[in-house]
């Protein structure tokens, strides 16, 4: 989560940072009990289920399940990325932000980086001016079916041959990756004889380029600007810029694997198209594109290569999957991509295929289903384990509702709790005593909820590393939550979430996070109640024990002298 900034500056930004105040001049929040609330900004209602909690620093819809802390809000409210967040939420409190050196998210508007992007632009205009001049690359462009007035929207330019044809600052030029400078310390142009396609920021500034050749006989066929200080590959989408300037509302974005792809959708109409820059789309690409619209179409090649890029996107796109997003595949007809399909079909034609495009959860199914048989109780089975990591990192329950319906259309069994369980993660507990104030706060959620909201209770909790040999559900996250307090003591209710952004179960700490026990009033002393959780779950760990050393006496099995001592203490305390 840090990137270039240090995670105890972020930690002790958000630290600073009122939550209530930064919604609040966005969203109006009204205070009611302990919190306070709204319609949800993130989808449409007509009673507020939108919870901001000022004790915890944190939101949490219980309509959509988005959740977050300041952060994040600006992120998906205002559409800002994450380094964009924390330089408004530190102006905002007058903190400096200390970035580290040589990180990839080191800001863009230094002396010397704007040099660099000054340099690369000149670079653009000089390849735009030659394409001019380069009948080669004009016919290019026109037997590609790229007009003019594409290639100019695009910034399309042309790298002419010759192996020192630019001019400028050297060190800008080697800096910004459009000089190699080899062994004998001689610099030559890194493009020559190709196609060039600017590559474009959020702000429309140059910051790259990508190559592409119009001689067969050359290699390699496309070539991209290396890494640099104003340039990271993992970070930027080809066409997104040029996407946001064509339209003024957008209803999907298509995600396709080229350069060329973007430019012919275009040519042909379609002007919602972005590419990646020659890798597998990332996480932090798929939110970013999620900001911005809430459908994504990803148009992969049938092929198995295509498949392959399109299962990398749905395993990256999971837990991007909040209300309202849909990630959708588009396999396009053997031999054909984007650009050759619509170039021979049209645009009705594209369109008409992409209403079609196979959704996650088809997807998701299809594949899964491919590596094995389901007929058997076995298979079943072997179906289960392979779907359950995929499905816990979605965090949207509708999402993971459907799902299950699904299962139990696809194997032809009706879900019991066991199943249930094993994929959607704690039962409710069918009884609860003494302090635990209501009957689905199982010692575990009860103990979670606590921490949550103060985490500074871990240090009664003694040693627990036993309890993950009990069969009891929740617990492992429990000694996750444990572990990380442990590390940082002092560690605040909003960090702690933090640490497990991405995490499958993020969604449902926020959730457990976001409710309060009944009969718990803001007066209470909860040190009692988090003791007698975990009282709980020791009793919990020695009955299960108990109940598996017993188990191995009364099959005839022998108990060592460990064992024997263990059964006779578990004994007494029974």
Known sequence: MAGSIPRTFIDDLLNRVDIVEIIDARVPLKKKGREYWACCPFHNEKSPSFSVSQNKQFYHCFGCQQHGNAISFLMDYDHMEFVEAIETLAQHVGVEIPYEKGHSNKPRNTPYTESLITTLQNCSDYYQAQLKQHNEAIDYLKQRGISGQTAKNFGIGFAPPGWNNLSGDEKLLIDSGMLIKNDQGKTYDRFRHRLMFPIRDRRGRTIAFGGRIINPDDNPKYLNSPETEVFHKGEEIYGLHELKQANT????????????????????????????????????????????????????DADQAGRKAAWRALE??????????????????????????????????????????????????????????????????????????????????????????????????????????????????????????????????????????????????????????????????????????????????????????????EGHLYKIAAMTPAMLNESDDIQPMFEDAINRLRLKYAENRFHKLNQKLMSGGKLNEQEIQEYRRLQHKK
């Open 316 to 505: 990256n796109s999971l837990v991007s999957l909040k209300e309202g997003r849909l990630a959708r595949f588009l396999f396009l007809p053997d031999g054909h991509d984007p650009d050759t399909y619509i170039q021979e079909h049209g645009k009705q034609a594209f369109l008409q295929l992409a209403h079609q495009a196979t959704t996650l959860t088809e997807f998701l199914f299809t594949e899964l289903l491919s590596q094995g048989e389901v007929h058997s109780p076995e298979g079943r089975a072997q179906f289960v384990d392979k779907l359950r990591p995929y499905y816990n990192k979605i965090p949207l329950q509708s999402l993971k509702d459907q799902i299950l319906r699904d299962v139990e259309k696809h194997l032809s069994i009706e879900l019991d709790a066991r199943l249930l369980q094993v994929i959607g993660g704690e039962l409710p507990a069918k009884n609860s005593k003494t302090l635990i104030p209501e009957q689905h706060w199982t010692p575990t959620r009860l103990a979670i909820n606590l921490l949550l909201q103060k985490p500074q209770l871990a240090a009664l909790a003694g040693n627990l590393d036993e309890l993950i040999e009990a069969d009891i559900p929740g617990i492992e996250l429990l000694l996750q939550i444990l572990d990380q307090i442990h590390e940082q003591p002092d560690i605040s209710t909003q960090n702690l979430l933090g640490r497990f952004s991405g995490h499958e179960h």
């Open 249 to 300: 509302q957008i209803e999907q974005i298509f995600i396709t694997e080229g350069y060329m792809d973007v430019v012919a959708l275009a040519e042909h109409g379609v002007t919602t198209a972005v590419a990646t820059l020659g890798t597998a789309i990332s996480h932090n690409q798929i939110e970013q594109l999620f900001r911005t619209v809430k459908t994504l179409v990803f148009c992969f």
